[in-house]
Structures are given as C-alpha cells and as structure tokens.
C-alpha cells in the first residue's frame, strides 16, 4: 500500500497513480485502483472546465477520450474474472499520448496542477 496519491488534479498525478496501478498488479479491488480513479476523476473535472470554455470538436473528443480511459479502469477495479492488465496497460498509453497533446497544445493543467 502506498502513501497517500496527491490530488490536486493534474494529468500527471493521474498518471503517477496509473503507472503505481500498474507496477502493483493487485489481484483485487485496492487502493491502487483507488486513488487512480480519484486522480483520474479529478483531472476530468479540469477537462470539463476546458471543454465548457473552448466547446469545440476537439475540447469534446478529450473528453471522449479521457472518459474510455476511466471506463477502462473502471472495469478493471471490478472486473468479471481476471484483472484484464493488458487493457489497463492500453489505456494507460492512451492517457499518457492525451497528456502529450494537451502538453503540446499548452492547455492549463494538461501536465501539472
């Protein structure tokens, strides 16, 4: 168990608790799975609050994007069988390729908070 995930929100603490997530591969529902959905949460609040400012074709499919990595792990957390890790591992690329573009595009909180 690890010490206590920072939230303040960022794409990068997100991605810090998904590269933990990863790492641990608990065989069940943990505070792993936890505070990464908490992270993941939280980031999406600041990407909301960039889709409501921009309201553009793009600004919705990060969002999209973002909300399949969530549904992932989502899954995953409480799986029907077997932890599936491969997808996890995919989606964890998907969001770390999200955070490069947003990091590329200079939008507020895209790496840190």
Not at 88 to 112: I, K
Request: charged share 25%.
């Amino acid at each position: 168990m690890h010490a206590e995930t920072p939230r303040d929100g960022s794409g990068e603490a997100a991605l810090g608790a998904l590269d933990r997530l990863l790492a641990d591969r608990p065989n069940r529902v943990s505070h792993d799975f936890s505070a990464a959905m908490r992270c993941l949460t939280d980031f999406r609040e600041h990407m909301l609050a960039e889709a409501r400012r921009e309201d553009t074709t793009q600004a919705r499919e990060r969002l999209a994007r973002l909300n399949a990595v969530i549904s992932v792990f989502y899954g995953g957390q409480f799986p029907i069988g077997a932890v599936p890790w491969k997808h996890l591992e995919n989606a964890r690329d998907g969001f770390a390729a999200l955070l490069q573009e947003l990091s590329a595009a200079e939008l507020p909180n895209a790496g840190t908070g």
